[in-house]
């Protein structure tokens, strides 16, 4: 602790009044967001750099982080989304051959706050009793009462669309693992490739990969495109991406998975299998905590196996909501909760977990192949 004396004090306060001290390694300054507890002991790159963050302070349970350091390769986007960043331990030397900088430069560079020294296993049990808690990080003040007071006036994400704050400008073509601008120019046909449309509502970059793997040609469009305009692209098939904030604030968005139903199939992923089961006449609702973490396990109720899933997500579709016609594919063996749905009659499917992990384990990355069959049955099914 001799060390940590050197160190800029920081604070994090959450609404009900608890204060958990630590010390600034990167950055400064303050930040306000929905404080989640990530479970995963290793991939904080990637969480770091996942858009269905944004609006959240990230606080990680396994208790050392920084070890293997960072490097571009890893990246699920073009930055980083969450808020800020709380650990108990950050380990400032780091031992890989892949890293270029340490995790401290990377947030640094992405002008984050990343704090340490936070009594992570008393915060993360603050979180599961109360549940997720609107609060604030700073350097700035050591004053509780007036920190409590700004968690209290932040309007935390219920009710929020924080998609636009996170998805493309413009749409691209994904090719060999990075984006193309096309704007508006046609996109040329790719031999012995079905053209998916990926609707980015804050899309990782491991679903582009795994699509362009399964011999798709990945076309990315904002999340504001409508369903005429992405149907003028002649896709094989729509992927409704993962992404931030409430899924009932996104009624844009739901409009146009409702004018591609029956057009042409569709595969939801997250926030995508929440905006699916809006559009097939569902309502969504709020975890407590929510699940974010590497090993969470799925029955597939198809076939009776159970997968390790990777997970982000603070909102559900709830599946009383839902007509009887509607399959539900998956369940939270947890919490019981719905991991995915299929509505055979309008090619449709989607999960709430991550099948493209990154990280995470592979058990679920059969979906990506389940979808290009889909594509395939479909269009020799309208041929």
């Not at 932040?154 to 009710?159: I, S």
């Not at 909760?337 to 990154?358: I, K, L």
């Amino acid at each position: 602790m001799v060390l940590m004396r050197h160190k800029r004090p920081a604070l994090l306060v959450l609404e009900d009044g608890s204060a958990f001290p630590g010390y600034a390694f990167a950055g400064s300054g303050e930040v306000l967001g929905e404080v989640v507890f990530n479970t995963g002991m290793t991939g904080y790159q990637e969480i770091l750099s996942d858009p269905s963050y944004k609006g959240q302070i990230v606080a990680m349970t396994y208790p050392l982080i920084g070890s293997y350091g960072t490097n571009p390769d890893d990246m699920e986007s073009a930055g980083v989304h969450m808020e800020g960043f709380v650990v108990k331990e950050y380990q400032n030397r780091p031992s890989n051959w892949r890293s270029t900088a340490s995790l401290k430069e990377f947030l640094e560079s992405h002008d984050r706050l990343g704090v340490e020294g936070i009594d992570t296993r008393a915060l993360t049990r603050r979180l599961r009793v109360r549940g997720a808690l609107r609060g604030v990080l700073s350097t700035e003040t050591a004053d509780v009462a007036a920190l409590v007071k700004r968690t209290l006036a932040y309007p935390g994400l219920v009710g929020r669309d924080l998609v636009k704050a996170v998805t493309c400008g413009e749409p691209y073509l994904w090719n060999k693992g990075a984006p193309i601008l096309i704007g508006t120019r046609p996109v040329p046909e790719a031999k012995d490739r079905l053209r998916v449309v990926v609707l980015d509502c804050g899309v990782k970059y491991n679903i582009l990969r795994q699509l362009e793997g399964h011999c798709c040609q990945v076309v990315v469009v904002p999340a504001t495109t409508t369903s005429s305009e992405i149907l003028a692209y002649s896709p094989r098939g729509v992927l409704l991406s993962n992404g931030p904030g409430d899924p009932a604030a996104l009624p844009y968005v739901v409009e146009t998975a409702k004018g591609l139903l029956g057009r042409v199939p569709i595969f939801g992923i997250c926030l995508g299998h929440q905006i699916l089961g809006q559009a097939l006449g569902g309502k969504t609702g709020k975890l407590k905590f929510g699940h974010h973490g590497l090993n969470q396990p799925v029955k597939n109720r198809g076939n009776g196996h159970v997968e390790i899933t990777s997970q982000n997500h603070g909102f559900v579709v709830l599946p009383e909501t839902l007509s009887g016609g509607i399959e539900a594919s998956h369940g939270n063996l947890n919490d019981r909760t719905s991991e995915g749905m299929n509505d055979r009659s309008c090619g449709a499917f989607s999960v709430q977990y991550h099948p493209e992990a990154a990280p995470g384990p592979h058990d679920a990355n059969y979906l990506f192949a389940e979808f290009v069959r889909l594509m395939n049955e479909w269009q020799g099914a309208t041929a």
